[in-house]
């Protein structure tokens, strides 16, 4: 590549930080307001016209509060964990196409490129909490330890159908695959990723490692200003992967009459996040043993009856 070619590249890759990161502190505030108006209260209406600059207050607020480290924590592991959270969630937006020739990268091994992202983020609470040395933070990432492993092998499992109805583990294929949408063909698949994928952004009703009531804040408990917002980004850039992902691979990504295909993208990614921040506001907190029932006796049998059914259909099929 020239050097004009990678000044174009990393320009590109510019804007898609600068927006994910834009999307990223004013979904803060459309959860706020969300909630405000489900729960009938007011919501942020201080900072600017009907409360829009709040998002730009907070960050002046975490950004300008002092750098602390607990005297008997591990520096140099608690200072690299929260970044972790975010880095993951923002390297993941780069194999999600978003329009039928906008994306950053279409490798053959997208799909696996993202689990493994996903599985690499739980590293930054987990190492957070241990290197805290609380008491608190220690259960809040021995709860996010043991809710991954519950919820993933769902999640991955649940999955496997979309590569055997598509073929392929890239999600452009996958999306172009979709003449019907897989929500159709996958409707389990699909309520077993979205569940797993609650889990896996620690959004009620799975917020076990956080649990403020229980844990003070749990894995990020001694954590603040800029620290606290990386972990904060980071849940909402996960809600928003998790919400695209589940357009790309289940709702037909960016495929829709009349409208162009980046505005149906949007408008499904935009009714799942609602969907998520509905839950919040609905459902209360399950008990530890009830995720740990629910993730091995419930979803793993779903995932796999699941798969099974497709591999039974998708043989009758080939037969007929």
């Known amino acids: 590549m020239s050097f004009a070619q990678w000044l174009f590249a990393l320009a590109n890759l510019g804007l898609v930080l600068l927006v994910l990161l834009l999307i990223g502190a004013f979904m803060i505030y459309g959860e706020r307001r969300i909630l405000a108006l489900l729960q009938d209260r007011l919501g942020p209406n201080r900072a600017g016209p009907f409360g829009l600059l709040q998002p730009v207050a907070d960050i002046l607020k975490l950004v300008s509060k002092e750098f602390f ?3 008997f924590a591990d520096r140099t592991v608690y200072t690299i964990a929260p970044i972790i959270v975010p880095l993951t969630a923002l390297l ?3 194999v999600v196409p978003v329009s039928d020739n906008w994306w950053l990268a279409d490798l053959n091994i997208a799909l696996l490129y993202v689990l493994a992202l996903s599985s690499l983020r739980v590293y930054g609470t987990m190492l957070s909490g241990w290197s805290s040395n609380s008491k608190y933070s220690l259960l809040g990432c021995l709860r996010t330890t043991a809710q991954m492993i519950s919820y993933e092998l769902p999640m991955g499992l649940a999955l496997v159908g979309v590569v055997m109805l598509s073929g392929s583990f890239s999600l452009v294929e996958i999306v172009a695959a979709q003449e019907l949408p897989f929500i159709v063909l996958q409707p389990l698949g699909f309520i077993i990723f979205l569940v797993c994928g609650i889990a896996e952004t ?6 076990l490692p956080e649990a ?3 844990l003070v804040a749990g894995y990020n ?3 603040g200003g800029i620290q606290f917002a990386f972990f904060y980004l980071g849940e909402y850039l996960g809600v928003l992967l998790i919400a695209a992902l589940a357009t790309v691979l289940f709702l037909g990504g960016w495929h829709g009459p009349w409208l162009p295909g ?4 949007a ?4 009714a799942l996040i609602f969907l998520f921040f509905w839950l919040r506001t609905s459902l209360p907190r399950l008990r530890y043993d009830q995720l740990m029932d629910f993730g091995w006796k419930l979803m793993l049998p779903a995932a796999l009856i699941n798969l099974l059914m497709t591999a039974v259909l998708g043989l009758f099929w080939m037969e007929g």
């Not at 408008?267 to 935009?270: Q, R």
């Open 212 to 214: 403020e009531n229980e």
């Open 267 to 270: 408008l499904k990614t935009l």
């Open 262 to 265: 980046v505005v149906w993208f």
């Open 221 to 223: 408990t001694e954590y």
């Open 92 to 94: 993941s937006f780069a």
């Open 69 to 71: 480290v607990p005297p």
């Open 202 to 207: 620690n959004r009620l009703p799975f917020d």
